[in-house]
């Protein structure tokens, strides 16, 4: 069996831990540079405010006039708050996976709990909550895609109230029934779509669909979801997340942006956080993509410059990448532009480990230094170790103004107890 534990809400969840004051109250988180809302918590969704991905300067009065808490994206804090959720949960089980930053699955194997399924998914939900203090729904099934149609169920269909075990026929049967196909995991928008003009809309048409045809019209993936939906396994939980083949980094700036040192610092920042994901990934990035623009909504003649630069050797390395941009900067630059966000993507991602290196190309990367500073940030955190063109002090930085303190990782946020 497998489970599903997901957090409800996950940044507006984070927000209301250390502050008993706004548990009961509308939450809503926003992007960076506090631009549009990124997460509500159900409070706010009960009140109709707050709708995801709407500029906040659009709604502001309306939050406000409704008593709505709004924070800015304080990701140092969910990133804790998101390990000590999976330290948790991998108690329960011997074997787990970190999907996402708000989710996880748990393998149990032949392992069966004295008290069932059902008791032991409302004690991995209570202990969470315990520990943690994190609302989370627990879903369970016989397979990777039944778990997760069982987690959805626990949010989403009347009855379960956070928990589900999809264990039987019959409550098989209820979930996909009440499940539309495009919710299930691994079936995106656009096939879904095409599911729908084939006349299938639930979950459980789907899984009466004969696999071999799903696989002739889609692939191989939605034969293999088809035989998931039925109890029989198919997928790993890595098989529908498969390596990126591009990653970008981007980010629009806390104040416009004028000075060249500046727009430079800040595409060599995008740089090393493009780079240690790509290497994350254990992929070489064959082209290189930078771009930089003004906004159009600051009443001056919009400008946009992009370029693409080819990896003589597809690389992986912080430096090499760095330099390869350093060299772009002039030509993206333009005096008198006010600069409003900035970009670098990888593309062109080869697996490092099927990579055919070309006998006549030196590759300048220096795996064993990267590593390092790969592992130096992982235990004490981003940009603990970067290469010095990023600056010391960024003038860019995004614009917070509704940070909440980081409680776990800063001595200063610390949460402090008056006793009267």
Known sequence: MYALCDVSAMYAS????????????????????????CATCPVARKMGIGKSFVPYFTVK???????????SSNYE??????????????????DHHVYSIDECFLYFGSYVPDIGWEAHARDIRRTVWKEVRLPIGVGIGPTPTLAKAANHASK???????VAVIDNEAVRRRVLKQMSVRDIWGIGRRLARRLNEMGIE??????????ALMRKHFSILVESTVHELNGIPKLSWDDVRAPKQQIYSTRSFGARVTDKS???????SHVGIAASKLRRQQGLASTLQVFASNSPHDGEPFYRKSFTYQFLTPTSDTTVIAHAVSGLVDGLYKSGVHFYKCGVGLIEIVDASQYQADLFSTSNDNPSLMQCMDSINARYGRNTVHIAGQGITPQYAMKRAFLSPQYTTRFEGLPKIRCC
């Not at 009065?61 to 924070?71: H, I, S």
């Open 14 to 37: 984070c927000e209301k831990v250390f502050d008993p004051s706004i548990r009961k109250k509308p939450v809503v988180v926003l992007t960076n540079n506090d631009g549009c809302i």
């Open 61 to 71: 009065n309306e939050l406000a006039a409704a008593g709505a808490v709004v924070r």
């Open 77 to 94: 804090l969910y990133a804790d708050l998101s390990q000590r959720l999976m330290d948790t949960c991998a108690r329960f089980a011997p």
């Open 156 to 162: 989403r269909i009347a009855g379960f109230n956070g």
């Open 202 to 211: 639930s979950a459980w048409q789907l899984a009466q669909s004969k696999p």
């Open 262 to 268: 500046v727009l430079r610092q800040a595409l060599l």
